[in-house]
């Protein structure tokens, strides 16, 4: 008995610092997640499970701190181009991201429309598309443009989407219309269904019917990756949506584009895809 018990307090203990370790990080595959409850991709702390890349400088090299944590949020500076990208691929899921504007803007885009992105099923190499981010489809974060989805695809059939679109075109782009003709892109953007015809690329703008808050108020969106859809809810309000999606799994990057950005929430919640 006196020798049983020292190993089987120091296995328990064992368990204990194991179970201390797990709770910290998310899981590490899209098998881990199955079925289970809603993950924190971020912990309020730091940005554990994510890994840096930033234009010109590679991976983890982040010099300017255009990623960092505090006060319980993520700041993106917007200062160089870049994103933070997740350790884990992911399919099958309901992504929540809180995000509200900041006051900073950076060349190129000093006085241009604040600009910032999700994007999902990213697969690839690092800086695949224009030496900044990997290859992946965009759920669009931008001033009167949010919700709007874009293919930052590398031009062939292996990234693309289909959307039902209205029959007039809005500038040269499809517009998202429930019930209409599917169009299909391998690059380019489906706009929101609301988008402002007379949108313009300037600091601040706003379209007469736009369903994001104005700068500095937080704001909710849903990217919700079903098989091979997505659907995009932006404060409540489905805003765009397409089918056929190519790929339908991968990592997830948030980006840094010229705009001080902050996000609160970060998480997902598995979907169970019979």
Request: net charge negative; with cysteine; aromatic share 10%.
């Amino acid at each position: 008995m006196n020798k049983v018990f020292p190993v089987l307090f120091d296995f328990l203990l064992s368990m204990l610092v194991m179970a201390g370790c797990t709770t910290a990080k998310f899981p590490q595959n899209t098998t881990d997640i199955a079925g289970s409850k809603r993950v924190n991709l971020f912990n309020g702390k730091n940005l554990d499970g994510w890994y840096k890349f930033v234009q010109y400088r590679g991976r983890d090299n982040d010099p300017k701190q255009v990623f960092t944590v505090h006060d319980g949020l993520i700041h993106v500076s917007g200062e160089e181009y870049g994103s933070i990208i997740t350790n884990d691929v992911f399919e099958n899921y309901k992504l929540v991201v809180e995000f509200k504007w900041g006051t900073h803007t950076y060349s190129p885009r000093i006085e241009n429309a604040r600009d910032n992105g999700v994007l999902i099923h990213s697969n690839g190499e690092d800086g695949g598309y224009s030496g900044i981010w990997m290859h992946s489809i965009e759920c669009q974060i931008i001033e009167g443009g949010t919700g709007d989805l874009l293919v930052v695809g590398d031009s062939t059939t292996n990234f693309s989407l289909s959307s039902p679109v209205a029959q007039e075109k809005q500038n040269g782009t499809y517009i998202f219309q429930p019930n209409g003709s599917l169009a299909t892109i391998h690059g380019g953007r489906i706009n929101w269904f609301a988008r402002d015809p007379n949108w313009k690329d300037i600091k601040g703008f706003r379209g007469k019917n736009d369903i994001e808050k104005p700068t500095g108020e937080w704001n909710h969106m849903e990217c919700i990756a079903e098989g091979d859809k997505i659907s995009i809810m932006l404060n409540g309000t489905l805003v765009n949506q397409a089918v056929n999606v190519r790929p339908s799994k991968g990592r997830i990057q948030i980006q840094s584009e010229g705009a001080e950005i902050f996000f609160r929430q970060v998480t997902l919640t598995p979907l169970d895809i019979k």
